[in-house]
């Protein structure tokens, strides 16, 4: 527990928590012409709960940005 394996650098210590909330889910898509341009907001059910969900072409330089924008506007 607290460590996390980075493909091609190895495994590293981080910061964890035994319990957090969900709050995004992302679907990684390799058929980026399927992908929408602007999507309408998208959900998912876990277990009861709803978590907003993206759908993201995984090999662009933004995709990190991308996720790191939606969790922001959730947390906000």
Sequence with gaps: FGKIEIRN?????????RHEKISLCIELCTDRDK??????????????V?????????FD?????KI???ISSILS
């Design 35 to 48: 992908l929408e341009r602007m999507p309408e907001d998208e959900y998912v059910d876990f277990l009861g």
């Design 9 to 17: 650098l190895g495994i590293f210590p981080i910061n964890a928590k």
């Design 68 to 70: 790191i924008a939606k």
């Design 61 to 65: 330089c933004s995709t990190t940005y």
């Design 50 to 58: 709803s978590v907003a969900k993206v759908k993201l072409y995984p």
